[in-house]
C-alpha cells in the first residue's frame, strides 16, 4: 500500500487546492507566449491527492463528454500517465485543448464535493497535465477498426465536427470533413489567441484524430463547391454532421459603424490568430491598431480581443518608441453579469485592461478622412431580469459622454454562416439563423443530415459542442445498425 492510499478523507480535505503557475502580467503582454505554464509533475500528485474518489462522483455529471474523471486522477496518484491518458481519451478526443479552454468552473469543478468546503480539485488542470505528457510521447500507431463500409461527410473542422468525426471513426465508418479555411481548427486556431491555446496543441491533437483514418480536405466551402444535396446524392455519403459553428457577426447597428478602425472580433481575432498578424511582417497580415482600442462587450470572445489589442499595442510601442496602449471593456451591464470565464476576467484586469461597466455605445465618431476618433455612451442602471436571467440594462436620460478611442473591436456574439445551405433542400432554421435540432440526437428535419455546437446553439462552449458532436455521432452509427 502505498503513502497516498493511506490518507484519510479528512487528510485530503486538508491540501490547499494547487495553483497553476503564470508568466507575471509585465512579462506577458509583451508577446503572444502561452500565460499559463500547467503543473509539474509534483504539483499534479498532489493536486490528484485531494480528490475523494467518491462513490458517487458528481464530478462526471458535469463533464459534457463524460470524462471518467475520479478513474483518471486515480491513475495519475499512482504515477500510472499512459493509464490516465488512455482514460481521458476513451471519452475525449481533444483533451490538451479542453484542459486549457474548458469553463470547468461551471463544469466538472462545480459539481466536485469538495468544492462545497475547499476548493474543487482542479480537474481541468489535471486533464491539461496528463494531456501534455502524452503529447510528448512518441504516439504510435493506431489499431485498425473493421470498416462497415458507410460513409459520414462532416462539415466544418471545430470542436463539433472533430469530435463526430473522431468518434465515428473509431465505430469504423469511413469521415471526410470538409474546411473552408485553410487549416482545420475552427474555432480553436482562428477564434482563440495563442495565449491561451497554442496551436501546436491543436495541430497535435487533429494528427491524432487523423491517425484514426478521418480525412481532412481544407478549402472545401460546401454550399459552393458542394451543396448538401451534393454531398448525399452525388457523393454517396450514407450521412452528414453539419459543424460549421457561428462565424457570422452581430453588430452594434449604431451610426459610425462602418468606419475604418471598426472591427468585428471575428474579423480582429481572424487576422490576429489565424493569419498570424502579430508575427507581421514576418507575415503578410498587417493588423491597424490605434493608442487607445474600446472593446465592446464582455463575453470570453471580449476578453481575447482586448488581450490580443493589449500585446499588440504593447509590440508597437516597444517597435515605435510611443506612448503604450489604453485597452477598454465597454459592457452595458455590471462585472455581476459578465458572461466571460472569470479567469479570463481576472488575467485581463491583471494586464491593465480597464473596464468600464453601465456604458452603452450610442454612436461611432469619425474624422472627415472616415477614421474613428471617439465613441458617444450612454451611461446605464440595472432594471428587472430580462428573458437571459441577467438584469436589463436602462439607459439614464440626460447621461450622454463621449469617450477618446481610435480603435473599436464589436465582441457581441455571432450567427451560423448561412453559406453550407446554398442550393440545397435545407434543414428547418430559427429566426436566429440557427438549425433546428434534436438537443438528445443531433438530428434535424432534413433526412439523413445531423447537426451540433454553435450551428444550433449559436455561440457556446468548446465542451458543449464536442458533447454535441459525441451524441450526433452515436445517433449515427445507431442509424446505421437500425438499418441493418
Known sequence: MSKSDELTARERMMIERQPMRLKKPDERIRDFFEVALGYDEEEAKKEAERCLNCKKPTCKEGCPVGVPIPEFIMAIRKGDLKEAARIIKSTNNLPAICGRVCPQETQCELTCILGKKKGSVAIGRLERYVADWELSQNNGAIKDTQKTGYRIAVVGSGPAGLTCAADCAKRGHTVVIFEALHVAGGVLVYGIPEFRLPKQIVRKEIEYIERLGVEIRTNYVIGKIYSLDELLKKEGFDAVFLGTGAGLPLFLRIPGENLNGVYSANE???????????LFPEWDTPVKIGRKIAVVGAGNVAMDAARCALRLGMIKSRRDNCPPPEVHIVYRRSKAEMPARAEEVENAYEEGVRFNFLVNPLEILGNDKGWVTGMRCIRMELGEPDASGRRRPVAIEGSEFAIDVDTVIVALGTRPNPIVFSNSDEPVRTKWGTVEADEETGKTSRDRVWAGGDIVTGAATVISAMGAG???????????????
Do not use: C, D, W
Open 268 to 278: 480582429f481575432l481572424t487576422r490576429v490568430n489565424l493569419m498570424k498578424g502579430y
Open 470 to 484: 459525441k451524441r450526433a455521432a452515436r445517433e449515427i452509427h445507431t442509424a446505421f445498425i437500425e438499418k441493418q
